[in-house]
T-cell receptor, first 115, second 111 residues
Framework: GAVVSQHPSRVICKSGTSVKIECRSL??????MFWYRQFPKQSLMLMAT?????????EQGVEKDKFLINHASLTLSTLTVTSAHPEDSSFYIC???????????FGPGTRLTVT | GENVEQHPSTLSVQEGDSAVIKCTYS??????FPWYKQELGKGPQLIID?????GEKKDQRIAVTLNKTAKHFSLHITETQPEDSAVYFC??????????FGKGTRLHILP
């Protein structure tokens, strides 16, 4: 099956700093990537949809200036959490899909802890 | 927008017995329904999916059924094994390829 990687798997940062998370599709070209956030014992909540070469589309209630998304190539999307605060601590997961197919393949997630 | 309800939130079954998880969706335009298994600290893994033009799909011990009229779909796991213990999410594909998740079912397989 298709493989999606994320880096880093875990990150700890201080309040007020920024942190970047990478999402890569390893064996296919992903025209669309999605970013989700998951709090403990909760479901995945879609944050934004990212299409290669265009601006991301954010879900209602997600601050686009705080969660910067860049999808510069067909195999890489990045999520930057700017001016992180403890309430941003969460499990961030990306998914990727090919054009014309329904299946989405998820990365292993990134555990962000803001101290 | 699409809304997916999932029941039960927790399910305990004896090893070897069957487990059933049920979901409903709200948007009749949804046409793709994946199921994901998530183990602790990992991303969701696609285990089976079904499209709206099919009523049932089976893959070894896992099967999914879909009732479009009632907007219900269910996951059936037979002959459960300890490694089936995990959180299972149903989901529905909404507009713009968005995947909307149910709240999840924590499945415990009892020895």
């Amino acid at each position: 099956g298709a493989v999606v990687s994320q880096h880093p798997s875990r990150v700890i940062c201080k309040s007020g700093t920024s942190v970047k998370i990478e999402c890569r599709s390893l064996d296919f070209q992903a025209t669309t990537m999605f970013w989700y956030r998951q709090f403990p014992k909760q479901s995945l909540m879609l944050m934004a949809t990212s299409n290669e070469g265009s601006k991301a589309t954010y879900e209602q209630g997600v601050e686009k200036d705080k969660f910067l998304i860049n999808h510069a190539s067909l195999t890489l999307s990045t999520l930057t959490v700017t001016s992180a605060h403890p309430e941003d601590s969460s499990f961030y997961i990306c998914s990727a899909k090919l054009a014309g197919v329904y299946e989405q393949y998820f990365g292993p997630g990134t555990r962000l802890t803001v101290t | 927008g699409e809304n997916v309800e999932q029941h039960p939130s927790t399910l305990s079954v004896q090893e070897g017995d069957s487990a059933v998880i049920k979901c409903t969706y709200s948007d009749s335009a949804s046409n793709y329904f994946p199921w994901y298994k998530q183990e602790l600290g990992k991303g969701p893994q696609l285990i089976i999916d079904i499209r709206s033009n099919v009523g049932e799909k089976k893959d070894q011990r896992i099967a999914v059924t879909l009732n479009k009229t009632a907007k219900h779909f269910s996951l059936h796991i037979t002959e459960t094994q300890p490694e089936d213990s995990a959180v299972y999410f149903c989901a529905a594909r909404a507009v713009h390829d968005k995947i909307i998740f149910g709240k999840g079912t924590r499945l415990h397989i009892l020895p």
